[in-house]
Each structure stands twice: as C-alpha cells, then as structure tokens.
C-alpha cells in the first residue's frame, strides 16, 4: 500500500514538469510509476477499480500542482501591476499581460473548477481594465487586491488538504 502510494505521489511528480513549464522530459517516465503500480494487479474487475483508484490519485495530484502553479504565476503578474502604479503608470499593459495569462487555460479550468469562482475572478479582472483604462489608480487598487484573493481562493480549493 505505501510503495503504491509512493509511486502515484512520483507519478504526479514526474508529471508536473511538463506542464509547469520546464522539461517535457519527464513526461513518458512519470507513467512508469503507475505501469509499475498497474502490473501488480491481475485481471479481475475489482483489480481494475483498485488501479483507477491509483491512477485518479495521481491525476488529482497533478491538477493540484499545475492549478497552483498557474495562480502563482497570475499573482506574479498582478505584483507587476502594481508595481507599474507604484512608478506612476496605469499598469494597463500589465493587466494586458494578466487577461493574456488568465485567458489561455480557461477551457481547462471551466472542466476542474467551479464556475462561480472563475467568474468572479474573470468580473474583477475585467473591472480592473476598465479602471486602469480610465486612470483611476485609487480605485484600482481595492480591486486588484480582491483579484489577488481570488486567485488564492482559486489554488487553495484545488490543494490536497484536510478541509478540501
């Protein structure tokens, strides 16, 4: 049970370089793991199940790693913008960047999260452009810090942890 275990957080390990965008390298050796796990079973239905179980387990790691990574990374992008207003911009192309990052994994997103969250998100980054659009950096900020919460809110209900 605990070598199983220990090949599917592996498994999840090996996976995630990929998608966090460093080597693609570990990509086909991250199945190993689980072929290993998957050879010690036999045929039967309920060996079959057992092994799902297994493989859902290091799924679900995996999503939990890329979702947190991708907030990481749109946080990142809004200590950007607030450093563009701190100089004395409107950090518009900062927030340019932002919906960039924000836009390209949201098919995904809509399959693993829920929606109400995405939308929220989505509603107080669009009211951030429109702030930054009409100059109003005072305003601005109370909003980008909401965003920030979101995305935090966003990573923790993807987290393994004991209230998820």
Not at 19 to 42: E, K, N
Not at 70 to 78: H, K, N, Q, Y
Not at 83 to 90: D, E, F, R, T, Y
Not at 98 to 121: F, N, R
Request: aromatic letters at 10%; hydrophobic letters at 50%.
């Amino acid at each position: 049970m605990f070598r199983r275990f220990a090949a599917v957080i592996l498994s999840a390990i090996l996976l995630s370089p990929g998608w966090l965008g460093m080597t693609g390298m570990t990509l086909l050796i991250g199945f190993v793991p689980l072929l290993w796990v998957s050879a010690s079973y036999d045929d039967t239905r309920r060996s079959w199940w057992g092994m799902f179980g297994w493989a859902t387990l290091a799924f679900v790691l995996w999503n939990a790693a890329w979702v947190t990574d991708r907030c990481g990374e749109w946080t990142a992008a809004l200590d950007e913008v607030e450093a563009a207003l701190a100089q004395g911009g409107s950090g518009s192309a900062q927030l340019d960047a932002l919906t960039t990052l924000w836009q390209k994994p949201q098919g995904y997103l809509h399959i693993v999260i829920s929606h109400e969250e995405l939308d929220e998100a989505e509603a107080l980054l669009a009211q951030a452009e429109a702030m930054a659009a009409q100059g109003d950096s005072q305003s601005l900020y109370p909003v980008l810090a909401e965003l920030r919460g979101q995305f935090q809110l966003i990573a923790e209900t993807q987290r393994i942890s004991a209230k998820n």
